[in-house]
């Protein structure tokens, strides 16, 4: 029985690869393929920019003309039966509901490490998304890029993304994760699974950008939010928000001080015109 088990896990777990949590799981997976399937976070590790890919268009770009602005990047294939559309429907879902403007102030990148893979499928899959993400910068901030195995190796590699190709299901094995990156094309965050809050991808952008983007009330939660790599999310740090209420408190205290001591001037002062 848990031959028959483990057999099936392993030959199930490459329908693209369905691992949604941190890497270290994967040392549980029953398949020798998906034990090197992964991700060792490399925050702060440069990405090479000028890897040569073809955008949706047929066009060949480098990825350095996607950062001048914070990235989310994805690295997906297109033709994946499942896990990587979860993947880009997670980011369309956190985007929708984001007050930045993508392709304004970030850029949403996915890049397809199936060499076999055309700018056709690359055009298909940015279609679907357009068409779910009717803003008007919409058309501009999305990008899907495909290119040959030594571009979208090299990419993986320096982001710690580990994937493998399965030739008996003819799929890719790989996890779930999306990354930000800065625009100077350091990588800055990990996100994993398929789900990513909208609080915590704000923080990563705004953060990503040298908090060129956001708002004053952005830069309140990143000193009160810490980003912890183990569980890929934005953790409160309670030391800095008693920090950030003493403050206040001493901030509040000082005004009303203030306040008291000028009504007691301006009555002192009555006083004494009176008389």
Known sequence: MNRILA???????LAAAQIYGPPQIQAYAPSRLLQSVGISQKIGAQVPLDLPFI???????????????????????YQCPSLCNMVLNGVLRSVKQLDLRVGDQYEVVAVSFDPRETPEMAFAKKQTYLSK???PNAERGWHFLTGLETSSKA??????????????TNQYA????????TPGGKVSRYFYGIDYPVRDV????VEASNERIGTPT???????????PATGKYALVVMNVLRLAGALTVAMLAAFMIVMFRRDFRSSRSQREAS
């Open 7 to 13: 057999a099936f896990l392993g030959s199930a777990g």
């Open 218 to 228: 952005d830069q309140v939660l990143l000193y009160c939010f810490h980003y912890d």
């Open 55 to 77: 955008d949706e268009s047929g066009k060949e770009v480098t990825l350095r003309q996607y950062f001048q602005k914070p990235v989310i990047l994805a690295l997906v294939y």
């Open 133 to 135: 993400d009717p803003r």
């Open 202 to 205: 704000r923080l990563a952008l």
């Open 155 to 168: 990419l993986a590699d320096s982001l710690g993304f580990r994937y493998a190709y399965d030739a008996m």
């Open 174 to 181: 790989h996890s779930s994760a999306i990354m930000i990156l």
